[in-house]
């Protein structure tokens, strides 16, 4: 079956260290993006890759950094840099289509920094 | 730049009931719009979408109509079930920014009670 995955589902690190959240998708999508979402918020963009090695800054990159080495992988670093890395953390893909953008998410990873 | 507004949450009906979740937009181009919808404690999933104005989009009993001169995406169901609790996400995608990423409001958490 297609789809993205995630791992893991939940995460705990301790404060000051970097952590790195893998996202896979095997849905041959081009473009793929990060999002972070926390209660009672809605989703915001860190990062996205439109490309293999190529990635833009999304709403709220400080203290993230992502690579894009294969087509199918996109994971992100959340470094000591980030102030609140507490959240649920959000991957998606999706074809690079001219008329529209219609995202696939993954199941997510929720991130506890203690 | 480009927004979504939602109507704010939470809301809480009794299975049976119609369900409306009001959703505007303001974008630079002609966006096609989207609901998404994500259970708890997992990611999101793409409800229904429309490309054009007056498409209707529909999915599971829900629909929403692309109303262009009210810049409106409505989300209606005629009769709700405990199954349908959930955040729901209107999001548009915008041609003039080349359809990079989506818009995002900031979601309407819905609570069906039996």
């Known amino acids: 079956d297609g789809g993205i995955t995630q791992s893991p589902k939940y995460l705990f690190r301790k404060e000051g260290q970097n952590v790195t959240l893998s996202c896979e998708q095997n849905l041959n999508h081009d473009a793929m993006y990060w999002y972070r979402q926390d209660p009672g918020q809605g989703l915001r963009l860190i990062y996205y890759?439109?490309?293999?090695?190529?990635?833009q800054k999304g709403d709220i990159a400080e203290g993230y950094s992502v690579s894009r080495e294969k087509k199918e992988s996109f994971p992100l670093t959340v470094t000591s840099a980030q102030k609140n890395p507490t959240a649920f953390y959000l991957c998606?893909?999706?074809?690079?289509?001219?008329?529209?953008?219609?995202?696939?998410f993954g199941p997510g990873t929720r991130l506890t920094v203690l | 730049g480009d927004s979504v507004t939602q109507m704010e949450g939470p809301v809480t009906l009794s299975e049976e009931a119609f369900l409306t979740i009001n959703c505007t937009y303001t974008a630079t181009g002609y966006p096609s719009l989207f609901w998404y919808v994500q259970y708890p404690g997992e990611g999101l999933q793409l409800l229904l979408k429309?490309?054009?104005?007056?498409d209707k989009g529909s999915n599971k009993g829900f629909e929403a109509t692309y109303r262009k001169e009210t810049t409106s995406f409505h989300l209606e169901k005629g009769s709700v079930q405990v199954s349908d609790s959930a955040v729901y996400f209107c999001?548009?995608?915008?041609?003039?920014?080349?359809?990079?990423?989506?818009?995002f409001g900031t979601g309407t958490r819905l609570t069906i009670i039996p």
């Open positions: 999001a548009l995608s915008d041609p003039a920014f080349g359809n990079e990423k989506l818009t």
């Open positions: 429309a490309t054009k104005a007056d």
């Open positions: 890759s439109q490309i293999v090695n190529d990635f």
């Open positions: 998606a893909s999706s074809i690079r289509l001219v008329y529209y953008n219609e995202q696939f």
